[in-house]
Nanobody
């Protein structure tokens, strides 16, 4: 089992920045992929970014490329999402997720473990 706890959400003005953190505990594997997803009110949960635990390979949704950066700290079992140049359309609950396996997947069903989410609100 893997437990995930997100933090760092909040209210920020458009153009601002936030850094989300995800603390992973339990049974973590070197082949695990960590991901960030988000869900806006009334919309489906969507992929934001993913990182492979072993070599830091990353993948991003087109909507956040160049603005968001995913990173990890193996020693601390932490994953981060640095969000810059935030837009009102980035407003959502952001979820940390984990999957066992080396592929950088983008679909919700392909992730086995989920955090409780953290709210990010970007005002215009």
């Amino acid at each position: 089992q893997v437990q995930l706890v997100e933090s760092g959400g909040g209210l920020v003005q458009a153009g601002g920045s936030l850094r989300l953190s995800c603390a992973a505990s339990g049974r973590t594997f070197s082949s695990t992929v960590m991901g960030w997803f988000r869900q806006a009110t009334g919309k489906e949960r969507e992929f934001v970014a993913a990182i492979r635990w072993s070599d830091s390979s990353t993948k991003y949704a087109d909507s956040v490329k160049g603005r968001f950066t995913i990173s990890r700290d193996n020693a601390k079992n932490m994953v981060y999402l640095q969000m810059n140049s935030l837009k009102p359309e980035d407003t959502a609950v952001y979820y940390c997720a984990a999957r066992t396996g080396p592929l950088l997947k983008v679909r919700v069903p392909e992730y086995n473990y989920w955090g409780q989410g953290t709210q990010v609100t970007v005002s215009s």
